[in-house]
């Protein structure tokens, strides 16, 4: 008994060779939305958000000879590490103060043993508001951070305080953290606007 054709084959050879074609363009045409629906611009974020922070960091780092690094502070680690966690594997290399590896199990040290503070010291929750503030606002000088600690409660700052744990964490003063030109994340959203997030900058 003859075997009856499928009705893909009992079609004309020029409308299979459509139906393939429309096939393999359906299939392009989700392995293209299904690598588009990356969030690319989140990606990107979280590697400048990263570098920039790091970079400011390194801006003090380098000794007078310029061939050691400084120590890295704990709030260092805690600053970078909270930013690093969010950067997608693939850009883990990007970092480039230590691996990932040991600046994940130093961030990890410093959460879990936070460093003691002495007597006369800043308590470690103001230290680190101080350094956030900073970091959050580069066009704010010591005596702006200062009115904005004073303003959640903590009154018993003085001006000195606030230089203090910036110097010790290796944080510029405002005129050394503002350059001219124009910032970099201030150029990634220029960009993201002309080119409606579209576009993968490498």
């Given amino acids: 008994m003859k075997k009856e054709p499928t009705f893909f084959m009992a079609l004309p050879a020029t409308e299979r060779e459509k139906l393939r074609e429309k096939q393999k363009l ?8 299904n690598l588009t629906a990356l969030d690319v611009n989140k990606q990107m974020d979280a590697e400048s958000e990263y570098l920039i922070k790091e970079n400011e960091f390194l801006f003090r780092r380098l000794t007078d000879d310029d061939t050691a690094f400084l120590d890295i502070t704990p709030e260092n680690f805690r ?3 909270e930013l690093a966690k969010r ?5 883990r290399r990007d970092i480039t103060i230590m691996s990932f590896e040991d600046l994940m199990r130093g961030y990890e040290h410093f959460r879990k043993n936070p ?15 101080i ?5 959050e606002n580069p066009t704010w000088g010591s005596p702006h951070i200062l009115h904005a600690l004073r303003n959640i409660g903590n009154f018993q700052l003085q ?6 744990v910036l110097r ?17 994340r201030t150029f990634v959203q220029g960009l993201k606007s002309v080119n409606g997030g579209g576009v993968i900058f490498k």
């Fill in 159 to 164: 001006e000195y305080h606030v230089r203090q």
């Fill in 168 to 184: 010790k964490n290796h944080i510029p003063v405002v005129a050394e953290r503002i350059k001219k030109g124009l910032p970099w």
């Fill in 115 to 129: 460093p003691k503070v002495k007597s006369n010291q800043i308590p470690l929750e103001i230290q680190q508001q």
């Fill in 131 to 135: 350094i956030d503030i900073a970091l």
């Fill in 79 to 81: 600053v970078l590490g």
């Fill in 87 to 91: 950067l997608p594997e693939r850009y």
């Fill in 26 to 33: 359906h299939t392009y045409r989700e392995y293209t939305r």
